[in-house]
């Protein structure tokens, strides 16, 4: 990866995080302890990469205004209530995320759940903003009809139900592959299409972002499954070996190391074929997948 794409990548993520934070609630009130809960968990870190390619969509079919920025910051928030819900102790337990305390070991147990449905209502009620910055309301109800449907039971929501129900138990590749579609890949289906949709692409367009976004979540959650038994705590800023510690089934376990290392570079292959067929300036999007899909951490 050249260095000025890690430079121009720096760059648009702290622009990125600037906007989610700009929608961030005021740490005041009586229930300033949820604000705190919520903020903590926005600003633990992270790479924005949902947020960022939504803003990428967006401007690959041509969006300029500030219409995205709400929904920008609404996707961060979903993503980041899931993972308060993911590290509860009856989901997978765990008391280190980003190299920080999760936020129920910060909060308590009782304060993450709150967080974590906190931030997820407060996403729609953040999106919403779109419109008093000028998006039309025909696509405006439809990226919030997306943003819905891909958190939702159709979508992540559904995903880890099936996660949960099937742990300890065995799993065929048919529904490990359904766990991921939804689990992980809803949420990147639904930034790349919101920005899209908020363009005004065309429906052949649409379907085309949602398959290379699909792609992308695939290779992503695999890159996951491997960094999860050959990389380091200090390096991941989380446990690993945690899904061996959960008994949960991973493509790793399914297939072996190698396989799933080489059908990553096969995924990623499709996806950036998939992109070449989209249309507007793509070198920013070409490396970022690149960066989710052989990411170190």
């Given amino acids: 990866?050249?260095?000025?794409?890690?430079?121009?990548?720096?760059?648009?993520?702290?622009?990125?995080?600037?906007?989610?934070?700009?929608?961030?609630?005021?740490?005041?009130?009586?229930?300033?302890?949820?604000?705190?809960?919520?903020?903590?968990?926005?600003?633990?870190?992270?790479?924005r990469l949902r947020p960022l390619m939504m803003r990428e969509a967006y401007r690959l079919f041509g969006g300029r205004g500030?219409?995205?920025?709400?929904?920008?910051?609404?996707?961060?928030?979903?993503?980041?209530?899931?993972?308060?819900?993911?590290?509860?102790?009856?989901?997978?337990?765990?008391?280190?995320?980003?190299?920080?305390?999760?936020?129920?070991?910060?909060?308590?147990?009782?304060?993450?759940?709150?967080?974590g449905d906190a931030l997820m209502i407060y996403a729609f009620e953040t999106?919403?903003?779109?419109?008093?910055?000028?998006?039309?309301?025909g696509r405006f109800g439809r990226a919030v009809g997306i943003l819905a449907e891909k958190t939702g039971i159709y979508g992540m929501i559904g995903g880890q139900t099936v996660d949960v129900e099937?742990?300890?138990?065995?799993?065929?590749?048919?529904?490990l592959d359904f766990i991921y579609r939804l689990k992980t890949?809803?949420?990147?289906?639904?930034?790349?299409?919101?920005?899209?949709?908020l363009a005004d692409a065309g429906e052949?367009?649409?379907?085309?972002?949602?398959?290379?976004?699909?792609d992308i979540g695939l290779a992503f959650q695999i890159r996951d499954d491997i960094l999860d038994v050959t990389s380091t705590r200090e390096a991941l800023g989380k446990p690993v070996l945690s899904d061996e510690k959960n008994e949960k089934t991973t493509y790793v376990t399914l297939e072996g190391l190698e396989k799933a290392e080489s059908d990553v570079e096969e995924i990623s292959r499709r996806a950036v074929r998939r992109l070449e067929e989209l249309p507007g300036e793509k070198e920013f999007l070409r490396g970022l997948i690149e960066l989710l899909i052989f990411r170190e951490s």
């Fill in 66 to 115: 500030k219409e995205i920025e709400p929904f920008m910051a609404a996707i961060e928030m979903i993503h980041t209530s899931s993972l308060i819900h993911d590290d509860l102790p009856c989901m997978d337990n765990d008391e280190l995320r980003r190299g920080k305390p999760t936020t129920w070991k910060a909060y308590g147990y009782d304060m993450a759940v709150l967080a």
């Fill in 204 to 214: 052949d367009e649409l379907m085309k972002t949602e398959k290379l976004a699909a």
């Fill in 185 to 197: 890949g809803a949420l990147l289906e639904a930034s790349m299409l919101i920005g899209a949709v």
């Fill in 1 to 47: 990866m050249s260095s000025s794409f890690k430079e121009s990548f720096a760059r648009a993520v702290a622009e990125t995080e600037a906007v989610v934070y700009a929608y961030l609630p005021a740490e005041e009130g009586h229930q300033k302890t949820i604000f705190e809960a919520m903020n903590y968990s926005v600003r633990a870190g992270g790479k």
């Fill in 127 to 137: 999106a919403a903003k779109a419109l008093a910055l000028g998006a039309d309301a």
């Fill in 166 to 175: 099937l742990t300890g138990k065995p799993i065929s590749r048919e529904k």
